[in-house]
């Protein structure tokens, strides 16, 4: 695996030993991630084309875990955004902003076959060290599926910034911003 053009010290297929490694996203992943957002987000669709807008914004952060036979087990999108806010639920963004304040952390799922390997801790250390390498004191995202404990355990905090639940309205009931600032 490599991380911002340099190897990683330990591929994630070292680690697991289930021969599964995070790589740079192509288009010709997006049908798996498709696949990977429907059977890990049901209740929060979004289009391929959203994920294949972030993919086209800012490459560097989407990243997809596989076989080295290509099959997409789980991918991350991570991109420049403002601080205390968060895009609507599939909705294109047209461009970045260009007073990003964050590194957002719009996505990361795996399969059901894919999870309990460690690749979800592993793929949040590579978002804050692409957070660092962009300079961004922060790394936010919003949590669904009740998964605020998993990203607290990744020392994410929950934030309630003035306007937010309006924002995470189309996200479900159980939707948290959450913040971990570098």
């Known amino acids: 695996m ?18 599964l490694n995070w790589r740079p996203m192509t288009e010709a ?3 798996g991630v ?8 049901p209740h929060h669709f ?18 997809v875990l596989g076989y080295d036979t290509g099959s997409v087990q789980g991918y991350l999108f991570a ?5 205390d806010a968060a895009p609507p639920l599939n909705a294109l963004v047209g461009v970045l902003p260009q007073d990003p304040g964050v590194l957002y952390l719009h996505d990361l799922a795996l399969s059901r076959t894919a999870r309990g390997g460690g690749h ?38 929950v934030a309630d910034p003035p306007g937010m639940q309006e924002k995470l309205a189309s996200y479900g009931p159980d939707a948290r911003y959450m913040v971990r600032r570098l």
């Open 29 to 31: 992943d997006l049908d």
């Open 120 to 157: 979800a801790g592993s793929a949040v250390e590579d978002v804050m060290e692409l957070a660092r390498a962009g300079g961004w004191p922060a790394v936010s995202l919003v949590a669904v599926n009740d998964a605020a404990a998993f990203w607290a355990r990744h020392g994410f905090e």
């Open 79 to 83: 991109y420049p955004w403002r601080a």
């Open 2 to 19: 490599e991380l911002h053009g340099r190897p990683a010290e330990h591929p994630l297929s070292e680690l697991s030993g289930d021969g």
């Open 46 to 63: 979004e289009d391929r084309a959203c994920f294949a807008e972030r993919l086209a914004l800012f490459p560097q952060g989407c990243r």
């Open 34 to 41: 498709v696949a990977v957002a429907a059977e890990a987000f």
